[in-house]
């Protein structure tokens, strides 16, 4: 196991995410836990409000830390623009992130590199 230091620290504080850290790791990443052996495609919605898009991320052995919101919103500046042209979109993000991803077989056949 190579998990990282942050990743070990998440980890502990899962059942936590009021803590300082998790609302750090929360503000711009999502928490995925999975089991996969073999990196994985994962198709995921932008989390922020208004945006439908959907990207792909790439589910890696061991690491659990992924980024929730799609390329256009990826920095924080995009996203308060959005936010600002859609104000009734605006409404508090918290955390509450965290997924745990069935690792199936079939998944694995389906995707495997
Ligand atoms: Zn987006």
């Known amino acids: 196991m190579e998990t ?29 836990l999975h ?13 922020l409000e208004g945006c439908e898009r959907t990207f792909g991320i790439v589910l890696i052995p061991n690491q659990i830390l992924y980024p929730k919101f799609c390329g256009e919103h990826r920095s924080e500046f995009r996203r308060e623009f959005h936010l600002q042209q ?10 509450g992130v965290v997924e745990k991803l069935r690792t199936q077989e079939k998944e694995f056949s389906a995707t495997a590199l």
Do not use: D, F, W
Request: one cysteine or more; proline letters at 8%.
């Open 86 to 95: 859609h104000p009734a979109l605006r409404q508090a993000q918290g955390p």
């Open 4 to 32: 990282g230091n942050v990743e070990n620290a998440i980890l502990a504080k899962l059942e936590q995410p009021e803590s300082p850290l998790m609302q750090r790791v929360t503000r711009n990443n999502q928490i995925l």
């Open 35 to 47: 089991n996969y052996q073999a990196e994985v495609i994962k198709h995921c919605q932008c989390v």
